[in-house]
């Protein structure tokens, strides 16, 4: 084990990259942001208020003294430029999901990481979530028995702007990817079959732009076990993110959280507070759990807990997605 | 046991003896019901629709053949009449709550009762509703260990009509005593000590009409456990019915049953159900389960549930609760 | 408006007749039991204890004089049979589902009810349950705007005998066919494709028996709804019956009932009560509103809510499904 | 308004010290730890690590140059000189509650704080986890219209050790003092009587040192409002905090924050987790929040949120509680 703190660089300090780097410096123990690069001087500010080094380009980054790792969180179409160029520098790398959307591309930079000899770690920051990881707990040891059924349900509290859907790869790349790799994790086993159907019910500028709003997925499993995902675009009542797993001997579910827990009641009903509105209120502690895994597994040179392989798993069941509704009937895997 | 179906009469067929009534039709397993009396002929009407036999007196009614018993439903400034009656005739009797609000006449007709080797029950309904039936029966099974603090709930939609206020007893007497036998019942240990404040927040004309609207009751046991009571005849969202008990080893709760499960969730927040109206809704269950009770004790010749005793405890409770209102200390009992 | 109480005759005493039965005579209002039928003489004894006329067959029970309608409850393979008899003899029908396995036999006997001039009305039970009747009445008033997605979760506690299940049509035909009619009620559209998977998980000799015990099927519906269905012939848990309805506007929810509706803490945890066991337990409340909806309709002249074209319509789902499994590919309807 | 962020002095880097320490450090916006005092070189170095400059006493942490304010964290009793110190050298202060467990001292400190010219804010906490703040602000808005009725319920999950129980001054004014506050808080009205009642039930060894460690209290406000608070050293299931507040138009209520949301069922039952375990996770946000609340009063020079009147107020309902209880009837306040 590192005894002294892991010396971390940020690459991209835009809204996730300011959530990691905050983290790093209050929340996250044993480590350190000792860098950060961004290519516009505003960004680098915040940094540098804070009393550190920071640099325009990666190069420049990667040259930090005794830097045992970088965070990237620069804009998709570099993620794995900036990954492949630290990994050769010789630096372990936690990148922010996907590392791209071309199945060559992802391989290309997984046989460069994996020639440098260092780790990749990928921020499916859902899986840290608390309650999502309890049930994933619960079912890995046993909890329910095996599994047969998996539901999730994942559903945004508003579509994005026209210009990213049209640059997002679709929705089973976009956001289905997140429930792909989350059943995966509960299943723990590999996916034989999917069938996917998507429609626009969301709104027609998104049909126009090529997408769909409105996706479910059926996936199976080698163990036997079925997956149903479910997504839309836009949930009125905010983020609605849920997942169940029924098994031979139980079930375990967990839902959202509430803005806050009060229960008010008058003439006309009881209200509650609306799920929290968005992946930055409902992640809060994931991103934050995400982001020690990772230190802690550098620093205890052990494997990081989600690797450039189960990016390239969900990748690919975006794509056999896309082609089952295109096409109209299950595809295998 | 006798292997025959218990053979009742109904004394009263107003709202509530028509539940009885109806239940014992109906629902209630290994009892007939033979003779009702009312001395309204509208009343007796909806027994002599379904072919029950039907008299104007209570008198008539006891010369039923072979009649096991009665269920007295009658006006409360009757009860303590037709139960000496009844007990007189060699009849067992359930009979609604309260026996009467003068502990002399209480005493008196306990006394007849008991002359006559019958059993008599009391309609302290609550006790059998099947979720505080199961905290009491966690909390006697040890389920929290001992018990240090017991909390009651017990608000009405809203107040009856000032006429009923008037000859009602006065709130501890015709609400809070419903209260009192459950704390009773769920301490399983006999009050020593209460203390009791109420206030008029509700209605004025409660307050011109010489009674209180609003009140919390604070009862000691002997065996250190603590209640907590509190009472409104007003909660504009409903009938609210809830018990805790909390003691050394955990914590045992039970609330309201809504009048559906539905969640509703819209851009302005999450809708529920309220709960259930008021007490014919909520006690449904309850009141069968007690006339079931009260026959099962009858024809296994065991020990009726509820006794006169227990209405004669709860009487005492509540006038000491007026008289620790009218002196504010504690009275000891 | 029929003034008097209706007369109504039940064709089969067995479990579920015998509570049509009691609740005819209990809580259901406006209508009288005024003749059971039912081939063996110890279920014609439990009618007969309670004063009512009972025959060994249909035909002698339809010469009851003045009989307004007929309660068919006898085995699922002679449910054509008694509807065609009741329906030539002029009697309003009320008919547990399914009607017949064959689509031809359904057919028919539709066609003969039509002649007849009388109405039928198929069992299917749960649009009666007041929490999923409740989440409908919402859907159908805009109160989630346009339905999107309708997930229904419906998992029983365990498996039939082998022999029933070598009876019963196959899972599809037995325990999904409530689902279509459910998701159909919901939707308030036509069905125009469904994709259906199943699975052998809870017990071998199920797949030996030649059917499935687990499955999910995937509906889209004319007005842009997809439905998804999770089945299972065995929780572990008890019976599982959730619906859920997600739209433009919001999402409302209803889940199962508990037994009680106490919260226990203690060191280990908090515990809280399963779903009621079954359906008799679980749609209690169901059999007796949908049996006065019955009585309701055919006193006042009025359609009733569920008819054969409803029964029809969730067979030939269920044939479809099995179509689709077995070719692993969508059905178009 | 300042524009700068506030300068801020920590004294003392106990475990709370170092919450507040990291929270200004990290979350909290507009402001900076530029100094920090502890008698202790090992809690020195924690700070002296993040780079901040560090001092043994507090004379010399006062000399810091443009230092705007302190935040003191020292042990109870020396709150008041800490207080008193920080108030003439002109800082404004934000102090761990109690300031004193003696009113003369706690009245001669504000006299001092107010002819500096400074601002005193009291730790507080409670009022900023955000369920309560939200059931506050619903009552201050007339959403339940005129308060009735308040509950409290306030367990902690195990007693302190005897050594610190000795030297608390006692439940009321060491537990229950929270409670008062919060009970002022939400009712919005001066209490004009107070009942106690205390009880040993937990451990004797409690009852030997001279304190109790289970207690009900019935406060009595101007406003017609009645508070019942009860509490327990020892909930075994954990932290327990709850607040309800009933009124003329409705009620709201809210309770305890889970570890995390899970609902797991099996055949014996369906388990969720137990609330968080203790102040420091239940209120981590409601210490994120009250440190922010001060920052932003000082720097918009507006009133802080709870002031040491606050203080003064709570610690005589803690001795009128201890009053009451001995003398065993009401107390006017």
């Known amino acids: 084990m590192k005894p002294e703190p892991l010396r971390l660089g940020v690459i991209g300090l835009g809204r996730i990259g300011q959530?990691?780097?905050?983290?790093?410096?209050?929340?996250?123990?044993n480590a350190q942001v000792v860098a950060a690069a961004d290519p516009f001087s505003e960004a680098r500010d915040l940094a540098a208020n804070d009393g550190i080094t920071t640099h325009a380009t990666v190069e420049a980054l990667l040259e930090t003294p005794q830097l045992d790792g970088v965070v990237v969180c620069s804009p998709t179409d570099e993620h794995a430029n900036h990954v492949a160029m630290a990994a050769q520098a010789g630096k372990h790398v936690f990148c922010?999901?996907?590392?791209?959307?071309?199945?060559?591309?992802?391989?290309?930079?997984?046989?460069?990481?994996?020639?440098?000899?260092?780790?990749?770690?990928?921020?499916?920051?859902?899986?840290?979530?608390?309650?999502?990881?309890?049930?994933?707990?619960?079912?890995?040891?046993?909890?329910?028995?095996?599994?047969?059924?998996?539901?999730?349900?994942?559903?945004?509290?508003?579509?994005?702007?026209?210009?990213?859907?049209e640059r997002?790869?679709?929705?089973?790349?976009?956001?289905?990817?997140?429930?792909?790799?989350?059943?995966?994790?509960?299943?723990?086993s590999p996916v034989t079959e999917i069938y996917a159907r998507g429609s626009n019910l969301v709104d027609p500028a998104i049909g126009e732009a090529g997408d769909i709003d409105s996706a479910v997925c059926v996936l199976s499993f080698a163990n036997g076990a079925t997956a149903v995902i479910d997504n839309s675009r836009k949930a009125s009542y905010g983020y609605d993110q849920r997942v169940e797993v029924?098994?031979?001997?139980?079930?375990?579910?967990?839902?959202?959280?509430?803005?806050?827990?009060?229960?008010?009641?008058t003439a006309?009903?009881?209200?509650?507070?609306?799920?929290?509105?968005?992946?930055?209120?409902?992640?809060?502690?994931?991103?934050?759990?995400?982001?020690?895994a990772f230190v802690d597994a550098i620093r205890n040179e052990e494997p990081v807990p989600v690797t450039g392989a189960d990016g390239l798993q969900a990748l690919l069941l975006g794509l056999a997605a896309q082609e089952s509704m295109q096409t109209n009937r299950p595809v295998t895997l």
Do not use: C
């Not at 079912?139 to 329910?144: F, K, M």
């Not at 098994?247 to 008010?264: K, P, Y």
């Not at 006309?268 to 020690?292: D, I, N, V």
């Open 96 to 165: 922010e999901k996907p590392l791209d959307l071309s199945v060559e591309r992802v391989q290309e930079t997984l046989t460069t990481v994996q020639a440098a000899g260092v780790q990749l770690m990928l921020g499916f920051n859902r899986r840290f979530d608390p309650h999502f990881a309890k049930v994933q707990s619960v079912v890995r040891n046993g909890g329910i028995g095996d599994p047969h059924m998996i539901r999730i349900t994942s559903r945004d509290p508003s579509p994005p702007p026209i210009d990213y859907i």
């Open 268 to 292: 006309t009903g009881e209200q509650r507070a609306l799920p929290k509105h968005f992946f930055l209120e409902r992640y809060e502690a994931a991103y934050r759990l995400e982001m020690q």
């Open 168 to 188: 997002s790869g679709g929705l089973f790349l976009d956001m289905t990817i997140h429930d792909f790799d989350m059943a995966r994790y509960l299943a723990a």
């Open 19 to 29: 959530i990691h780097f905050s983290n790093l410096r209050g929340a996250i123990g």
């Open 246 to 265: 029924f098994g031979a001997l139980g079930m375990i579910a967990a839902g959202n959280e509430r803005e806050t827990q009060h229960q008010w009641l």
